[in-house]
């Protein structure tokens, strides 16, 4: 079983940055596809970002694509999701999710394993 957990998250101000982490554990492969989503209060889930094994491919939200960066390290079993010009709309849970089929996967049930979410609130 493969756990993933997340850390980072806050309450800042718009226009702050802030980086998110997530760490994997238990049976987690390097060559998953992880990714990012975020859900808003009385809001579907939606896509952020991805990552494949390589690093090199990634793929990202419209909303979030000159803003956000994802990467990951294989070696710490981890993915960073580098949040900048955070504006009060990017606030939600954001979870961090694992094993997609590709880093172009975009819907919540192309993953099979998810962390429990961290909270990120952004101030006007």
């Known amino acids: 079983q493969v756990q993933l957990v997340e850390s980072g998250g806050g309450f800042v101000q718009a226009g702050d940055s802030l980086r998110l982490s997530c760490a994997a554990s238990?049976?987690?492969?390097?060559?998953?596809?992880l990714g990012w989503f975020r859900q808003a209060p009385g809001k579907e889930r939606e896509f952020v970002a991805a990552?494949?094994?390589?690093?090199?491919?990634?793929n990202y939200a419209g909303s979030t694509k000159d803003r956000f960066t994802i990467s990951r390290d294989n070696a710490k079993k981890t993915v960073y999701l580098q949040m900048s010009s955070l504006k009060p709309e990017d606030t939600a849970v954001y979870y961090c999710?694992?094993?997609?089929?590709?880093?172009?996967?975009?819907?919540?049930?192309?993953?099979?394993?998810w962390g429990q979410g961290t909270q990120v609130t952004v101030s006007s």
């Open positions: 990552i494949g094994w390589s690093r090199y491919n990634t």
């Open positions: 238990g049976g987690f492969d390097n060559r998953y596809v």
């Open positions: 999710a694992a094993g997609g089929i590709t880093w172009l996967a975009v819907l919540p049930s192309n993953y099979n394993y």
